[in-house]
T-cell receptor, first 113, second 114 residues
Framework: SAVISQKPSRDICQRGTSLTIQCQVD?????MFWYRQQPGQSLTLIAT?????????ESGFVIDKFPISRPNLTFSTLTVSNMSPEDSSIYLC??????????FGSGTRLTVV | QQQVKQSPQSLIVQKGGISIINCAYE??????FPWYQQFPGKGPALLIA?????SEKKEGRFTISFNKSAKQFSLHIMDSQPGDSATYFC?????????????FGEGTQLTVNP
């Protein structure tokens, strides 16, 4: 199955700043996704990262707040822009490909102060 | 927009017991039903998955039972161990580019007491 490296693993950021999270997959995958997970809660899909085109965002998430890039079939970034304490959460990268289907990174634990 | 409902929210079992977690879905277009196990500080990891053409799938101590007519599926953990203590998520997805994303249940926090 694909192995996902996600970084940073955690960060503490000042409100009003932006953080870019990187997701690297060890093999080419057909689709990549970004999720948000509040501690103790389920995963909420932010967007599908499309290779070579604009990401597809779920209801409640917008490109200006969460710009996403996917320059090739193994890499994607998620930026959390103009952060507020409400953005404190765990952000997870996921990839679809290989025998195991969907694989997840270990997540980025973001705290906004 | 919750399309997969999971219960119970939390579950405590004794070592050696059977853990049962249930999920129900609404969208009949779903054709892939995985279960994920998540430990603190880690991302979800695929545990076992089933497609609707079979009613049961077993891998070691883990079994998925699937009831297509009732639109329900469940995870059974036999001989539960303290190391099984984690959060479990059911999920569903469907084929096609627009529908490939996973829809998750709310999660079940399982505690297995020694």
């Amino acid at each position: 199955s694909a192995v996902i490296s996600q970084k940073p693993s955690r960060d503490i950021c000042q409100r009003g700043t932006s953080l870019t999270i990187q997701c690297q997959v060890d093999s080419q995958v057909t689709m990549m996704f970004w999720y948000r997970q509040q501690p103790g809660q389920s995963l909420t899909l932010i967007a599908t990262a499309n290779q070579g085109s604009e990401a597809t965002y779920e209801s409640g998430f917008v490109i200006d707040k969460f710009p996403i890039s996917r320059p090739n079939l193994t890499f994607s970034t998620l930026t959390v822009s103009n952060m507020s304490p409400e953005d404190s959460s765990i952000y997870l990268c996921s990839a679809l490909g290989g025998a195991d289907g969907y694989t997840f990174g270990s997540g980025t634990r973001l705290t906004v102060v | 927009q919750q399309q997969v409902k999971q219960s119970p929210q939390s579950l405590i079992v004794q070592k050696g017991g059977i853990s049962i977690i249930n999920c129900a879905y609404e969208n009949t277009a779903f054709d892939y039903f995985p279960w994920y196990q998540q430990f603190p500080g880690k991302g979800p990891a695929l545990l076992i998955a089933i497609r609707p053409d079979v009613s049961e799938k077993k891998e070691g101590r883990f079994t998925i039972s699937f009831n297509k007519s009732a639109k329900q599926f469940s995870l059974h953990i036999m001989d539960s161990q303290p190391g099984d203590s984690a959060t479990y998520f059911c999920a569903a997805s469907m084929k096609g580019t627009s529908g490939s994303r996973l829809t998750f249940g709310e999660g079940t926090q399982l505690t297995v007491n020694p």
